[in-house]
């Protein structure tokens, strides 16, 4: 079955400092990889995709991430974070393998911003 | 606003009772995705729909739980009988059949059982 690791439960970091948030998933074949972003009382908002192909992927809000099979890991960075980026982070996996439509998400890391 | 809406956004209700919430996903997408959120977790998946037609439910979806798209438009989701385990967020979201990996999420109706 496929699974999501965020093993960072928590992560503080200051304004203007970069950004990295680990998702390490488990799945068979090669997957759909999903970052979203959920602000407090809010629907979750998609950041990126991976699907194939290059395996850095830009996104939206200046947010970047790197698919490695290898590691089965793809994390999620930023070279320079804003106070509004504070938020809740969900790393997610789907794929056809399984023949289901299903997302499957990891627990999320909350990042906080500090001055 | 052309994104997935959901009504209500919170609702309070008494174990035993029933709950109904609705989703309305963005009008050209023809799969529709039900999604729980409990404190400190992910969401996960509960069921989808493509068109009208439910093509799957997750062991999460107790009978207590039925879902609806009848004109392949709008869906509800109710439960019977609530129990304070029920208490989350239920999260909708919608997407294309071409690209149904690439799902956009309305904010969600957070429900608490007292």
């Known amino acids: 079955a496929q699974s999501v690791t965020q093993p960072d439960i928590h992560i503080t970091v200051s304004e203007g400092a970069s950004l990295e948030l680990r998702c390490n998933y488990s799945y068979g074949a090669t997957p759909y990889l999903f970052w979203y972003v959920q602000s407090p009382g809010q629907g979750l908002q998609l950041l990126l995709k991976y699907f194939s192909g290059d395996t850095l992927v830009q996104g939206i809000k200046g947010f970047e991430a790197e698919f490695k099979r290898s590691q089965s890991s793809f994390n999620l960075r930023k070279p320079s974070v804003h106070w509004s980026d504070a938020a809740e982070y969900f790393c997610a996996v789907g794929g056809p393998e399984f023949g289901n439509e299903k997302l499957t998400f990891g627990t999320g890391t909350r990042l906080t911003i500090i001055p | 606003d052309t994104g997935v809406s959901q009504n209500p956004r919170h609702k309070i209700t008494k174990r035993g009772q029933n709950v109904t919430f609705r989703c309305d996903p963005i009008s050209e997408h023809n799969r529709l995705y039900w999604y729980r959120q409990t404190l400190g977790q992910g969401p996960e998946f509960l069921t989808y729909?493509?068109?009208?037609?439910?093509?799957?439910k997750s062991r999460l979806l107790s009978d207590r739980f039925s879902a609806e798209r009848p004109k392949g438009s709008f869906s509800t989701l109710e439960i019977q009988r609530t129990e304070q385990g029920d208490s989350a967020m239920y999260l909708c979201?919608?997407?294309?059949?071409?690209?149904?990996?690439?799902?956009?999420f309305g904010p969600g109706t957070r429900l608490t059982v007292t």
């Open positions: 979201a919608s997407s294309l059949e071409a690209s149904s990996y690439e799902q956009y």
């Open positions: 729909f493509q068109n009208e037609a439910q093509l799957e």
